[in-house]
Nanobody, 122 residues
Framework: QVQLVESGGGLVQAGGSLRLACAAS????????MAWFRRAPGKEREFVAA????????YTQDSLKARFTISRDDAGNTAYLQMNSLKPEDTAVYYC???????????????WGQGTQVTVSS
């Protein structure tokens, strides 16, 4: 069992940056692929980025690659999402997830956090 808690969301102006953190409980964090998803108002949850347990493979949504970076600190049981040059369309609830494969779909992940709100003002 892994419990995930996101933090770092908030209100930011367009062009600004935020770093989201996902703190995981339990000693098995390093065994999981970690991912970030987001759900914008009125839309379905969508894949943002994922990082394998080894940290050597990442998969980021093409449209976000230039601005978003996923990383992890296994010693600290934490995954991160660095978001730069934020746009109003990045406004969403961002969710952290843990799973066993580098999948861009929700079914690839067994454990989910409650989400953190990111609001980008124009």
């Amino acid at each position: 069992q892994v419990q995930l808690v996101e933090s770092g969301g908030g209100l930011v102006q367009a062009g600004g940056s935020l770093r989201l953190a996902c703190a995981a409980s339990g000693p098995t964090f390093s065994r999981y692929t970690m991912a970030w998803f987001r759900r914008a108002p009125g839309k379905e949850r969508e894949f943002v980025a994922a990082l394998t347990r080894s940290g050597d493979n990442t998969y980021t949504q093409d449209s976000l690659k230039a601005r978003f970076t996923i990383s992890r600190d296994d010693a600290g049981n934490t995954a991160y999402l660095q978001m730069n040059s934020l746009k109003p369309e990045d406004t969403a609830v961002y969710y952290c997830a843990a799973g066993s494969s580098l999948a861009p779909r929700e079914y690839g992940y067994s454990y989910w956090g409650q989400g953190t709100q990111v609001t980008v003002s124009s």
